[in-house]
């Protein structure tokens, strides 16, 4: 194995930093800041190639390396870091979430990320809906604490989940409700912030500043009303302006002031600012009453043209009592594309009227529904007077507008799945142009991309005249020279309509050049000015705002056409990656035409585009191990930043297999959550099993990879000496020289062998003839966990079909001698895929006469029943995997699914009643594969039971991961999050989990014998 990471510098005093730092990055300065800050403080001190490139991104398309990374425990210790920054001269970026699009946390200094540690409510005052944050906090999180007072902070960015405030008043961000509520700077009241030279200011009413802040205003203040007519001249009228620095505060130029008494507040300058003038310690925030009833009026459009023109008319409805909320609007393409989608077909559908160009989706807001629907008749006469009677689909309960909403949220993720390396980029996405004005500007902005060979797609705010479009480039290309001839051309439409070039997003580097562009050479120098006022060294976010670089200087992007990929013959298939698209038609090649140098597997991980939604901690399972440690490193952006590095060779020559992709898959427990929920799709989980398949080519396997992986191989035997293995776990010692040995936890129990199992005590199978003349056939795959540990599930289920009427036949293998079949499942967690591909060979061989004939295989253990599905799928067995994969069903589903023709009658009138509430722990895989509902609707079958889905990401026991002495920790932590106090919440519910690993861990953690949904039934049967 190799050395460990030499670059992640212990906490507190570290006499060795500067040498370790110093050598390694050939830097001699790197190496003083690193020492510096180890032994001044107690935070995060990161200097490693990989630490540093997974913070050498953001949302947009540049990297730039920093010179280190801080992750500081406290605020102050924030400010102890600039201080040393200050001392050594170097730049200091600082990082929230690190979602921002135009590159605005990317540089090549010091990066100090607040997010982990430096996010709490410092204060709440409900009388006066107020609330004192630190900048790292998200706001979901913070909404979230402040629901039971019936306030929450209003700026409802798409990226709620995981945008921090002290991110979201760098960027001066603004959400979907801006119209009612407006951007940042409407809703911040005070700023506490350190400047580059750490003096400590609060930023506040102008009235109210004292010292430093007072006269850094009077400065200012001398500037803009030097400007005045300049300003006047120059300054978007606009709401939706983000660029440059706020020097309006003096002059409103805003449609929308951004203080309601006309006063002025010197927080609003740092609003904005893009980390460029101060370091923000908290921000004093205006909460506004959460809306007891909403409506939406969703009116459909036989042109988009149409749609754009109206939404100005749509807008003035609400002028009068403030109750309109949101005007967004979606287009044809994403209405396609929503509808092809599965989830989200029946609510895009329920919302049509005959076959619309676009849709617009009008939010009212007030106290009561009846006043409301008042608005949604004004709405519905407005169309009418603008000959679309009959346009308007009325969205009255919770549910339906929160689903609609849904959609309109992930248009950008459907987006931005496209495979191949055009991607749709964001640069001019959130121009702003009034209203008025909105269908000539875009139509002429469509005229302009289809001169370029490229389209977009249409989205979002239509109420501010914020329209988000991002046309398809290929970066690696001629992305950049297309990006700049589409930027000059759409800021001459900008310029034609009055309108502000960045006005939601952000300069940063995309748009820094065009600061001069909009606002001329005079306001460009006063911004030069208020820069040296705050920051007169240039330390903090240097070339962003003032003295910018080129929007298109490739030396600045993530995949420069000089990037390559060390080439690389990958274990399982990725070609479905490996593709081209063409912008125009979003067309794509057949797979493995791409031309990617590891085929496909490169392009699979580079479909992460770092928008970070991997950080949410809402319901769903991505992230678990990110939920835990909040480390960058842990989270999938950072995985797949990692491995993205690793593949093109910018973490040396080890690529894949080295100590930085293995330590940042170590926590990864493979829940395919990310499958799911990641927009792009990315999956860590198949990513995970390359990567292992590569480190272990290189570095051999454990023992302890041995043990877990060859498990299906030697079950039979060991089962035979189960009294003398489950030794291990009665006796302590035992325990102890077993993780001496194999590292597998001494605190753990292990499952229990047992001589009787299910592959030893024949049942009454139906034979393959029997079961292929049966009139109600279905095939039981057991896997070797059910089969040789918790044989009662295989049983059990058995029973349950029998009694549904089923003629059940066990899969065997071909010869139908007593071998029991495996998926694999273990093989591919430890990385030996040769075995994996070998082993599911025999089971697609075995099942497929099955399959082949329309009969289903029905599997009980989550993880392996859906390799069939996914996993074996990748490993080059051919079309008689896929037939296996679309009959391969998971007992529930198969029971939900026959339910629903009608043929379950026998079973339900079998069930007896349960005596206790019933909670439902879903398994990762079957959450990944939407196969837990299923679960919910068969123990419905039970009279009377109203299971409960208990919202959980991963229970942490992940396969063998929980079983790991290095991860018990992490392992439990996991389950404490959500699962395990749910089920404390209710002692008395029976508890079912369909996976044996979950299983176990509720076991070891809470004492409590959790069940499998087929043993739920099999107890309820009347009649034996
Ligand atoms: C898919 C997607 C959707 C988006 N939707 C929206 C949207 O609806 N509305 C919108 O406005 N934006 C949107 N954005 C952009 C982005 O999410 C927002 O700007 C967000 O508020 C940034 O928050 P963050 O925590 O990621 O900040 P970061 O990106 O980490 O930082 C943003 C800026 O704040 C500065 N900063 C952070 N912390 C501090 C501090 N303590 N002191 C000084 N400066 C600091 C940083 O230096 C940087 O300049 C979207 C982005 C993506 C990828
Ligand atoms: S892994 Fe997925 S969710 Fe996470 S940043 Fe990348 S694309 Fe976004
Ligand atoms: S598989 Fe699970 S743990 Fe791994 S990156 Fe994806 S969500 Fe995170």
Not at 220 to 242: F, G, Q
Not at 635 to 649: E, I, P, Q
Not at 744 to 759: C, E, V
Request: aromatic share 6%; with cysteine.
């Amino acid at each position: 194995m190799n050395a460990p990471l030499p670059l992640r510098v212990a906490r507190g005093a570290d006499a060795n930093a500067y040498d370790r730092v110093a050598h390694a990055t050939q830097s001699e300065l790197a190496g003083r800041l690193a020492q510096r800050l180890a032994s001044e403080t107690k935070g995060e001190v990161l200097f490693s190639a990989a630490d540093r490139g997974r913070y050498a991104t953001d949302a947009s398309i540049y990297q730039v390396m920093p010179v280190g990374v801080f992750v500081p425990r406290t605020s102050d210790e924030a400010r102890a870091a600039l201080d040393i920054c200050r001392d050594l001269k170097v730049p200091v970026v600082a990082r929230g979430a690190g979602t921002s699009q135009c590159g605005q946390t990317v540089g090549a200094g010091l990066v100090i990320d607040f997010s982990k540690h430096v996010r709490a409510l410092l204060e709440f005052d409900s009388a006066n809906a107020t609330a004192v944050v630190e900048p790292g906090i998200v706001l979901d999180h913070l909404n979230a604490q402040l629901k039971k007072s019936g306030l929450w902070y209003p700026v409802d960015v798409s990226t709620s989940a995981q945008a921090t405030l002290g991110g979201m008043a760098g960027n001066n961000s603004c959400g979907s409700r801006s119209i009612a509520y407006g951007n940042m700077v409407h809703n911040v009241l005070a700023i506490e912030a350190w400047t580059s030279d750490g003096a400590h200011h609060r930023f506040e009413s102008y009235e109210r500043c004292a010292g430093g802040a007072r006269e850094i205003g009077r400065r200012v203040k001398d500037l803009a009303s030097l400007l005045a007519p300049e300003i006047d001249r120059r300054w978007p009228k606009v709401m939706r302006r983000v660029g440059g620095y706020n020097l309006d505060i003096f002059r409103n130029q805003s449609e929308r002031p951004y203080t309601g008494d006309g006063g002025v507040n010197l927080a609003h300058l740092l609003v904005g600012s893009e980390g460029t003038l101060a370091l923000t310690k908290n921000l004093t925030l205006a909460l506004a009453p959460l809306a007891r009833a909403k409506v939406l009026g969703v009116v459909n459009f036989p042109t988009f043209y149409k749609a754009m023109d109206t939404a100005q008319h749509i807008v003035a409805l609400g002028a009068e009592d403030r109750s309109l909320t949101a005007v967004e609007l979606v287009d044809r393409t994403m209405i396609e594309l929503a509808l092809r989608n599965p989830a989200f077909e029946s609510t895009v559908r329920a919302s049509l009227i005959g076959r619309p160009d676009a849709l617009l989706l009008v939010e009212f807001s007030g106290d009561d529904r009846r006043s409301l629907a008042r608005k949604l008749q004004q709405l519905e006469e407005l169309m009418g007077d603008r000959g679309l009677p009959g346009s308007v689909v009325h969205l009255v309960d919770d549910a339906s507008q929160k689903n609609l909403w849904e959609v309109r949220k992930a248009g950008l993720n459907i987006m931005m799945s496209l495979r191949g390396d055009g991607k749709p980029v964001s640069f001019i996405e959130d121009c702003a142009v009034p209203l008025q004005h909105l269908a000539e500007y875009t139509d002429a902005l469509t005229q302009v991309f289809r001169r370029h060979g490229t389209r977009g797609t249409w989205y979002a705010h239509a109420s501010v005249g914020t329209l988000h479009v991002r046309p398809i480039l290929d970066m690696r290309k001629d992305g950049a020279r297309k990006m700049r001839a589409i930027a000059e051309e759409a800021s001459a439409l900008v310029r034609k309509y009055k309108g502000a070039y960045s006005g939601e997003h952000g300069d940063g580097l995309c748009r820094g050049e065009w600061i001069a562009w909009q606002f001329g050479p005079k306001i460009t120098q006063a911004f030069a000015e208020i820069k040296k006022l705050f920051d007169p060294e240039g330390l903090l976010a240097p070339q962003r705002i003032v003295e910018p670089p080129r929007m298109d200087d490739t030396r600045l992007m993530r995949f420069a056409p000089s990037y390559r990929v060390i080439p690389l013959a990958p274990a399982l298939d990725w070609s479905e990656w490996d593709v081209q698209n063409d912008p125009a038609t979003e067309r794509t090649t057949p797979p493995g035409t791409g031309g990617d140098a590891a085929q496909g597997f490169a392009k699979a991980v580079e479909m992460c585009n770092n928008n970070g939604h991997c950080r949410k901690f809402d319901a769903g399972t991505m992230c678990p191990s990110f939920r835990v440690t909040r480390d960058e490193r842990h989270v999938t952006r950072g995985r797949a930043n990692t491995l993205r590095l690793a593949l093109s060779g910018q973490l040396g020559p080890d690529g894949l297999a080295s100590d930085a992709v293995r330590e940042a898959l170590d926590l990864c427990v493979s829940c395919k959550g990310c499958k799911r929920d990641c927009p792009t799709g990315v999956d860590m989980a198949r990513m995970k099993v390359e990567f292992l398949h590569h480190d272990r080519r290189k570095n051999g396997f454990t023992l302890r990879d041995r043990l877990i992986g060859q498990l299906p191989a030697y079950a039979a035997t060991a089962s035979r000496f189960a009294w003398l293995l489950n030794l291990r776990n009665r006796s302590r010692l035992v325990a102890r020289m077993t993780q001496a040995l194999t590292g597998l936890a001494a605190s753990r129990s292990l499952p229990a062998w047992r001589r009787q199992h299910f592959f030893n005590r024949p049942l009454r199978s139906a034979t393959r003839d029997e079961v292929f003349a049966a009139e109600k056939p279905a095939v039981l795959f057991v896997d070797t966990f059910n089969g040789f540990f918790e044989s009662e599930t295989a049983w059990a289920a058995f029973r349950v079909l029998r009694a549904a009427g089923y003629t059940v036949h066990v899969a065997a293998k071909d010869d139908e001698t007593s071998g029991h079949l495996c998926c694999g499942r273990t093989y591919l967690a430890t990385g030996m895929v040769e075995k994996a591909r070998a082993r599911a060979s025999g089971l697609v061989n075995a099942l497929h006469p099955f399959a082949r004939r329309g009969i289903a295989i029905v599997g009980l253990e989550p993880s392996c029943l859906l390799t069939l599905r996914d996993e074996a799928l990748a490993l080059g067995l051919g079309s008689n995997a896929q037939e296996v994969a679309k009959h391969a069903l998971l007992f529930e589903e198969f029971l939900a699914r026959e339910a629903a023709a009608g043929r379950l009658a026998p079973l339900q009138a079998r069930l007896a009643p349960v005596g206790a509430p019933v909670l439902v722990h879903g398994h990762c895989h079957q959450k990944a594969f939407g196969a837990v509902s299923p679960v919910l609707d068969v123990l419905k079958l039970i009279p009377g039971l109203q299971p409960q889905l208990v919202e959980s990401s991963c229970c942490g026991m992940a396969g063998a991961f929980g079983y790991e002495a290095s991860h018990v920790e992490v392992s439990m932590a996991m389950a404490q999050l959500s699962l395990f106090p749910a089920l404390r919440a209710q002692r008395g519910a029976i508890v079912v989990a369909d996976g044996t690993s979950c299983r176990h861990q509720i076991r070891d953690g809470l004492g409590r014998e959790a069940v499998h949904a087929a043993v739920l039934l099999a107890g309820q049967l009347k009649g034996g």
